[in-house]
């Protein structure tokens, strides 16, 4: 992005991506796929950090630019397609749902100097906004920008962009995260737990992607937490949340947490060893980026899954792939 910059352009967000998944190999993994649907979706990629022992955390990500255009700064997430009523956020959140994961953005937004006139005078950890490092990659739910478009569309960019968290802060295994205080008061236990003690590995980077949303509800007049339960998630790790909708358009615990699974998806697998893809994935989605855990060790056999299997993580581009129409995406997990 600086380059860009530097030389009088600007970076755009399809090849700032193959710039960085090509600039993080082979420290993450990725493959990428013929097939572009998302002009139906609002989607870009899968995003799926894996721990060793299997435990995962996955996003469907669209990217995007915080853009300057003369003095207001502006993401558009509000974008719709000639002839299509709906906007890319409304697809992006729904699209989701039938790979069982949460909506994000991640946000490319330069670097400290082209962020030097950004209006944000918010702070985190008495550090101005704009000033953040790291922050030229971040990541954000689509729920926060949902709540940013609705309150204030003109300024939602710049919103988000406050509560979107750097790529390499939650991908990082140093530090401990903070505790979360859910608005439910009667949680099953191990959410509970999960919620109010440090974690870290792909545990960690659902907690963070989760803070701002939690944070929003907690501002909202939406009542008391509604105590009733989600429909579980096939292979979630956590079956059992509550299902508040607060003023967001889905229940957003359900929402956020149902891309925290137990194991590694069946799709994830089958790029790791080799197997064909199902159309239903390569059809609807660019590609797959995997974040293994930063502790893991690398093997001598590549393409397999099994103790630590964060380290051995190994994905290839499938040559003539013929997807099988077997596999439904509620099977997935």
Known sequence: MTGMLDAGGMFREVTATQVLLSTAYPRIRFVEFAADDEKENGADWLWWWVDRDGTCY???????????????WSVDFNYKTRGDDRTQLSKLIK???????????????????????????????????????????SAVSALVAETAVGLDAKNAGVSTFHDAVPVEDIAS??????????LARVLDQDLERFLRQ???????????????????????????AVMER???????????????????????????????RAEVPGYVRDVLEGRTLPAWLTDHVGGIVVIPDADALPTASPG?????????????????????HDQHPGQAA
Do not use: W
Not at 58 to 72: C, S, W
Not at 110 to 118: E, F, H, I, T, V
């Open 95 to 137: 699209a989701a749902n039938r790979f069982h994961v949460p909506a994000a953005y991640v946000l490319y937004c330069g670097d400290a100097q082209y962020r030097s006139a950004l209006t944000c005078d918010r702070t985190h950890d008495d550090f101005p906004c704009k000033e953040r490092d790291r922050a030229g990659v």
């Open 58 to 72: 996955g996003l469907l990500v669209q990217a995007k630019i915080l853009k300057l255009h003369g003095k207001r």
């Open 304 to 324: 397999r899954v099994g103790d630590g299997g964060a380290g051995l993580l190994s994905l290839g581009f499938p040559e003539a792939p013929q997807p099988p």
């Open 173 to 182: 295994p140093d530090g401990l995260d903070a505790p979360i205080v859910p």
């Open 198 to 224: 440090p974690r870290r590995g792909s545990r960690r980077v659902a907690k963070e992607l989760l803070r701002p949303v939690q944070r929003i509800r907690h501002g909202q007049f939406a009542g008391a």
């Open 230 to 260: 989600a429909a579980p998630v096939t292979g979630a790790l956590f079956e059992n949340v509550p299902n508040d909708y607060g003023h967001f358009s889905v229940p957003y615990v359900a929402h956020m947490l149902c891309g925290l």
